[in-house]
């Protein structure tokens, strides 16, 4: 592999802070929910994100997961799609009810023939598996017991963990518990506005912790079983800084800090839950037994971290107020790259990082496709400017191993709907086609001359006669 400095100086054509390391990792990422489809077909059962989408009002524009982007039976052309964009890499996540119906016992083969002919054909076109075992679509049936609120769940989900690896594992780079524990403990059981759709912080708080508990424990048994690819989880981070200097407005950013950063990082990192977070939470912290902090503190292959803005939080606002400086994505989240480079160097600074990922980044932003062309011109600042943000951090240290687009395609963003498009790829969701815009093809553009800058720089350290 060449250093950075090697391939930086024979590299004239492309911004040098743009050149990463030849091993670096440049994948696009998606989830099962948001883009399969195939809803109610081949024996896949139903997710608590089904269910979800009937509830008068969850969706913004009532769109429901029945169709999606009908990823199911375009696997293929999907596939060739993936690899068109020059990219070394996907991120995936296994729908638990496709592939174990009623999220225990029996396994459905068509669910497993799926998954099979997905890494297959990643691995057929050159291309990292990157699995992601729960991205939210929890099996109904299991919700129907307590769903993440009650224990039994950690071991159900340790028994689909072993049951993916066993089928699907000689074909996977790497693989990652859960997507955002936050986002799954407080949008879907204290804010409510995710499925299951749950309004309290107490049953919140105990889902946190069954989701690291199950963590741990599916990497405990996935090494007992003898797997021994690299193994980690996705968090969603920010930097937090407060709306103004008052006392007030400090002291309620360490706190959001503490639930949305340390309540994850400090027990993966074997510190236990942060003191002042379990003196905020007071009777509504969760009940942890004897041991459930040495399960979850297992040793990580990979940290996986999906960065999209900053939070501004006031103590007498919602917890992300907008401080009105910034540009908007169509989410209306600030756009603000250099916080990546912040939050990595601080995490860098306070955890011992293992090879670190954003494994998650990119925009919603209004997209207009006119004679087949899509125009994302503010969707390419935004990819740059936090490639770049990416590139300083592992200049100054930090063990970056790789970036992750989201998302390939424009897909179902959750209680949003359709409406938002993150996609670097445009979906018309009428007839299902696919077309690239023109952030796909910056990127395209950007890898290939990343791979131009690196073939050069092996043929220079060659000896003459071999060149
Ligand atoms: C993240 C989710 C992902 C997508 C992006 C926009 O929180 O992991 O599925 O919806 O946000």
């Known amino acids: 592999m060449n250093s950075l400095a090697e391939t930086r100086a024979i590299s004239r054509t492309i911004d040098p ?6 091993d670096f990792v440049w994948g696009v990422a998606t989830s099962a929910a948001q883009i399969e489809g195939a809803a109610f077909e081949d024996g896949r059962g139903e997710s608590i994100w089904d269910r979800f989408c009937r509830v008068p009002g969850a969706i913004a524009d009532g769109g429901d997961i029945d169709v999606a982007c009908d990823h199911y039976h375009r696997l293929e052309e999907d596939l060739d799609l993936i690899a068109s964009l ?16 009623q999220g225990r016992g029996a396994w459905n083969p068509q669910g497993l023939d799926f998954y099979r002919r997905l890494v297959d054909g990643l691995r057929a076109r050159g291309l990292q598996a990157h699995l992601t075992l729960n991205h939210w679509d929890l099996p109904q049936a299991l919700q129907d017991e307590g769903g993440w609120a009650a224990r039994a769940t950690v071991d ?7 049951g993916v690896a066993r089928h699907l594992g000689d074909g996977l780079t790497a693989l990652t518990t859960h997507n955002e524990p936050w986002v799954m403990s407080m949008l879907g ?4 506005i995710f499925a299951p759709g749950i309004k309290d912080r107490a049953t919140a708080m105990q889902v946190s912790h069954h989701l690291l508990l199950s963590h741990g424990r599916a990497l405990r048994a996935l090494r007992d079983d003898g797997f021994d690819k690299p193994m980690g989880i996705v968090l969603n981070l920010a930097p937090l800084l407060p709306a103004t200097p008052s006392a007030a407005d400090v002291a309620k950013t360490r706190l959001e800090d503490g639930l949305l950063l340390r309540w994850y990082l400090d027990p993966l990192f074997g510190r236990g839950y942060p003191q002042d977070v379990l003196d905020h939470l007071g009777a509504q912290a969760p009940r942890v037994e004897p041991g459930d902090l040495d399960a979850i503190a297992q040793p990580l292959g990979l940290l996986g971290i999906n960065y999209y803005s900053r939070s501004v939080v006031s103590a007498s606002g919602s917890y992300d107020v907008r401080s009105g400086a910034l540009p908007l994505t169509d989410m209306d989240w600030e756009i603000y790259p250099q916080g990546l ?4 160097l601080r995490l860098h600074r306070d955890y011992p990082l293992p090879p670190t990922y954003v494994t998650e980044n990119g925009g919603a932003f209004p997209d207009r496709l006119v004679n087949g062309r899509v125009h994302d011109a503010d969707r390419i600042q935004y990819l740059h400017e936090h490639i770049g943000a990416v590139g300083v951090a592992l200049r100054q240290g930090v063990p970056m191993a790789g970036y992750m687009v ?3 395609l424009d897909n179902f963003e959750w209680a949003s709907g359709y409406a938002k498009r993150f996609g670097i790829v445009h979906v018309d969701y009428e007839t299902q086609r696919r077309t690239p815009k023109d952030s796909a093809l910056w990127l395209r553009e950007l890898l290939r001359q990343q791979a131009e800058v690196h073939a050069q720089a092996r043929g220079a350290s060659k000896p003459a006669a071999e060149r």
Do not use: C, K
């Not at 020059?86 to 119906?101: D, E, H, I, K, L």
């Open 156 to 162: 159900r989900f340790v028994d689909y963990a072993r």
């Open 341 to 344: 480079t912040e939050l990595l």
């Open 406 to 408: 989201w998302s390939l």
């Open 189 to 192: 059981h204290d804010s409510g």
């Open 17 to 22: 802070a743009m050149i990463f390391p030849a």
């Open 86 to 101: 020059g990219v070394n890499a996907y991120r995936f996540s296994v729908a638990w009810p496709r592939v174990q119906p």
